[in-house]
């Protein structure tokens, strides 16, 4: 099978140009991506097509206005024979760029023959076409990649060419490296999307830590040469340093695809696309992320079937809240219920006091908790809307209080306020829990993404005061999972937010009837199929005691266990819960069944 490597080129003037043929010139190369074809020198047949205006020859007589065929080849072959190439595209562009730049040729056509390919890989030949204006324009794209003054933005916001990065980090702050990379990044690309976060074993060099990956969406106008100078200095300002191949590293980042542009430079060392992205599942599983249809322009597949070719995957996705990596689909993740309130459903007026927060904070972490959640807001429905200022009067001492005593504890702040939810994160707390996803204020979600906190986007209808009204539906597993992924689509719309920092609420008993909260448990895993971690909050919801027919708290705990098992089963990853010690003897049992 050959493959055709191609890039556009200044419009040639073969029509008035003489043709001169080399064939079937035989060189020796180390050449291949696959390690077994690197041990020794393999056999590559070149045929090239030269196109140079030799009329002065006929009237001079003098070699200079002619081709030597013996220098070229010469020169092909000590060049080609000494240097290693990845790709035979790198090694035939190399053979172009002799004939256009050191001996004046006009425009080339070059093609190679690998025989041992035949056995080794599925692209044995390759043919491309280049003329000296390409080569005075890489040169002229590098020099410029020189100049580029660091932070300076180059976007042009009609350039439609799509250009996807891989992240990856695998020493000290993982999560912060790759933040601090994006944020840099930013002053001269715009991030239209990311993947999910995934933490994936080493490659390739075994003996260093597990990775942190993702791949991202940019817009930029930087050129490929100058887009890889850029990415370059990112990696010095995050202290890269030089180790062994795949070895380990603070940052990453490197350059998959540049729309259908094909690049093969050994020299400042660009190829585009990146070679290696068929063989890596922690390249093309994100990637899959954000277009599992994008085309390779070599390979003529899309990144789904390149990844569904993959003999072995070792991703897992993960959540990264604080300083915690929370590992997705490996064990469930128990959310504990703080109310700081008068008023709540089921414990309103029991933690309102300092003492009782802080006691009620210490059980629940002993019996397993992951994150405590905490509220001084009341959603019960028909529940009266308090004030920013009486929220954080109640909620502020609590965080501050549960911080100083354990530095550890994932705090979530359950407030739809943007005002109470940057006073909780200045005071501790990590994550928000917004009951209207980021739709009761509109500055929650640029907030939470300025930070880059984590957000719950939970559905509801309403408001607490109204939503009882609002519970009507014709199709309630639909319309709730539309809405939620709107909703979510506005918030990651031109990489304002980052996918792995979005968790999912179908938002059980908010503006929902018994039945409509059965129908989405019973439908569950169509919202875990769209791939961010579900959040679940049956605890002692009115929906288990309509169903049981038992309207005591104390009796609500064996429905809820119920709902947990079930929605574990169907892949939900948080339950948000009153009664932890129960939830973990529960979550365990179903993990291990399973996870």
Same mark, same amino acid.
């Given at each position: 099978?050959?493959?055709n490597a191609s890039t556009?080129?200044?419009?040639?003037?073969?029509?008035?140009?003489?043709?001169?043929?080399?064939?079937?010139?035989?060189?020796?190369?180390?050449?291949?991506?696959?390690?077994?074809?690197?041990?020794?020198?393999?056999?590559?047949?070149?045929?090239?097509?030269?196109?140079?205006?030799?009329?002065?020859?006929?009237?001079?007589?003098?070699?200079?206005?002619?081709?030597?065929?013996?220098?070229?080849?010469?020169?092909?072959?000590?060049?080609?024979?000494?240097?290693?190439?990845?790709?035979?595209?790198?090694?035939?562009?190399?053979?172009?760029?002799?004939?256009?730049?050191?001996?004046?040729?006009?425009?080339?056509?070059?093609?190679?023959?690998?025989?041992?390919?035949?056995?080794?890989?599925?692209?044995?030949?390759?043919?491309?076409?280049?003329?000296?204006?390409?080569?005075?324009?890489?040169?002229?794209?590098?020099?410029?990649?020189?100049?580029?003054?660091?932070?300076?933005?180059?976007?042009?916001?009609?350039?439609?060419?799509?250009?996807?990065?891989?992240?990856?980090?695998?020493?000290?702050?993982?999560?912060?490296?790759?933040?601090?990379?994006?944020?840099?990044?930013?002053?001269?690309?715009?991030?239209?999307?990311?993947?999910?976060?995934?933490?994936?074993?080493?490659?390739?060099?075994?003996?260093?830590?597990?990775?942190?990956?993702?791949?991202? %969406?940019?817009?930029?106008?930087?050129?490929?040469?100058?887009?890889?100078?850029?990415?370059?200095?990112?990696?010095?300002?995050?202290?890269?340093?030089?180790?062994?191949?795949?070895?380990?590293?603070?940052?990453?980042?490197?350059?998959?695809?540049?729309?259908?542009?094909?690049?093969?430079? %050994?020299?400042?060392?660009?190829?585009?696309?990146?070679?290696?992205?068929?063989?890596?599942?922690?390249?093309? #599983?994100?990637?899959?992320?954000?277009?599992?249809?994008?085309?390779?322009?070599?390979?003529?597949?899309?990144?789904?079937?390149?990844?569904?070719?993959?003999?072995?995957?070792?991703?897992?996705?993960v959540l990264p809240v #604080?300083?915690?990596?929370?590992?997705?689909?490996?064990?469930?993740?128990?959310?504990?219920?703080?109310?700081?309130?008068?008023?709540?459903?089921?414990?309103?007026?029991?933690?309102?006091?300092?003492?009782?927060?802080?006691?009620?904070?210490?059980?629940?972490?002993?019996?397993?908790?992951?994150?405590?959640?905490?509220? #001084?807001?009341?959603?019960?429905? #028909?529940?009266?809307?308090?004030?920013?200022?009486?929220?954080?009067?109640?909620?502020?001492?609590?965080?501050?209080?549960?911080?100083?005593?354990?530095?550890?504890?994932?705090?979530?702040?359950?407030?739809?306020?943007?005002?109470?939810?940057?006073?909780?994160?200045?005071?501790?707390?990590?994550?928000?829990?917004?009951?209207?996803?980021?739709?009761?204020?509109?500055?929650?979600?640029?907030?939470?993404?300025?930070?880059?906190i984590p957000l719950i986007?939970?559905?509801?209808?309403?408001?607490?005061?109204?939503?009882?009204?609002?519970?009507?539906?014709?199709?309630?597993?639909?319309?709730?999972?539309?809405?939620?992924?709107?909703?979510?689509?506005?918030?990651?719309?031109? *990489?304002?937010?980052?996918?792995?920092?979005?968790?999912?609420?179908?938002?059980?008993?908010?503006?929902?009837?018994?039945?409509?909260?059965?129908?989405?448990?019973?439908?569950?895993?169509?919202?875990?199929?769209?791939?961010?971690?579900?959040?679940?909050?049956?605890?002692?919801? *009115?929906?288990?005691?309509?169903?049981?027919?038992?309207?005591?708290?104390?009796?609500?705990?064996?429905?809820?266990?119920?709902?947990?098992?079930?929605?574990?089963?169907?892949?939900?990853?948080?339950?948000?819960?009153?009664?932890?010690?129960?939830?973990?003897?529960?979550?365990?049992?179903?993990?291990?069944?399973?996870?």
């Amino acid at each position: 099978m050959e493959l055709n490597a191609s890039t556009d080129i200044a419009p040639n003037m073969k029509g008035n140009l003489d043709k001169i043929f080399i064939e079937d010139l035989s060189i020796q190369a180390i050449i291949g991506v696959n390690e077994i074809e690197r041990i020794k020198k393999q056999n590559m047949i070149l045929q090239l097509t030269m196109f140079y205006d030799v009329s002065k020859c006929g009237k001079s007589d003098d070699v200079k206005d002619t081709i030597n065929y013996s220098t070229v080849c010469d020169r092909i072959v000590n060049v080609i024979e000494s240097a290693n190439f990845f790709t035979i595209e790198a090694l035939v562009t190399e053979v172009a760029r002799i004939c256009c730049v050191d001996f004046g040729v006009e425009e080339t056509i070059v093609s190679c023959k690998k025989p041992s390919a035949l056995y080794l890989a599925k692209a044995p030949g390759v043919e491309i076409r280049r003329n000296k204006a390409f080569f005075k324009q890489q040169s002229q794209s590098i020099e410029q990649s020189k100049k580029i003054p660091f932070g300076k933005k180059l976007f042009n916001p009609a350039d439609k060419k799509r250009i996807f990065l891989a992240l990856g980090s695998n020493l000290g702050d993982r999560v912060g490296h790759i933040h601090k990379a994006l944020q840099l990044l930013s002053s001269n690309c715009d991030i239209v999307q990311t993947s999910f976060l995934y933490e994936t074993p080493p490659a390739y060099y075994l003996d260093q830590p597990s990775f942190l990956n993702c791949c991202i %969406e940019v817009k930029s106008q930087l050129s490929p040469f100058e887009l890889l100078q850029f990415l370059q200095k990112i990696e010095d300002q995050l202290s890269r340093q030089k180790t062994v191949r795949y070895g380990p590293r603070t940052i990453d980042i490197d350059i998959l695809f540049y729309g259908s542009t094909v690049i093969s430079c %050994e020299n400042p060392g660009l190829i585009i696309p990146h070679q290696r992205i068929q063989e890596r599942d922690f390249v093309l #599983g994100p990637l899959c992320d954000m277009d599992p249809n994008f085309v390779h322009p070599l390979l003529n597949q899309s990144l789904s079937t390149l990844f569904s070719m993959l003999k072995k995957v070792e991703l897992r996705k993960v959540l990264p809240v #604080g300083k915690v990596l929370f590992p997705l689909g490996k064990k469930t993740i128990l959310m504990g219920i703080l109310n700081i309130t008068p008023d709540s459903f089921s414990d309103g007026n029991k933690y309102n006091t300092l003492d009782k927060a802080i006691e009620k904070t210490k059980a629940m972490i002993e019996e397993g908790a992951n994150i405590i959640d905490i509220g #001084g807001q009341s959603t019960r429905p #028909g529940a009266d809307l308090v004030s920013v200022e009486e929220e954080l009067n109640r909620i502020i001492p609590v965080i501050k209080l549960i911080r100083k005593e354990n530095s550890e504890i994932i705090i979530s702040v359950d407030t739809f306020y943007s005002q109470v939810a940057e006073e909780a994160i200045k005071y501790g707390a990590n994550l928000v829990n917004d009951v209207s996803g980021g739709k009761f204020d509109e500055n929650m979600i640029p907030f939470c993404s300025k930070l880059q906190i984590p957000l719950i986007f939970m559905h509801m209808k309403g408001n607490p005061k109204t939503m009882s009204d609002l519970a009507t539906y014709e199709n309630v597993v639909e319309e709730v999972f539309n809405s939620i992924q709107k909703n979510v689509g506005l918030a990651l719309n031109e *990489g304002k937010f980052y996918r792995w920092n979005v968790i999912i609420d179908p938002g059980l008993g908010f503006a929902k009837k018994a039945e409509h909260s059965m129908e989405i448990i019973k439908n569950l895993t169509k919202f875990c199929s769209i791939g961010f971690p579900v959040l679940i909050g049956p605890s002692r919801k *009115g929906f288990i005691s309509k169903t049981t027919n038992e309207p005591e708290t104390s009796t609500k705990i064996f429905g809820t266990m119920a709902v947990c098992s079930a929605a574990i089963q169907k892949g939900a990853d948080i339950i948000r819960i009153h009664d932890v010690k129960e939830a973990k003897y529960t979550t365990s049992m179903m993990d291990a069944l399973y996870r």
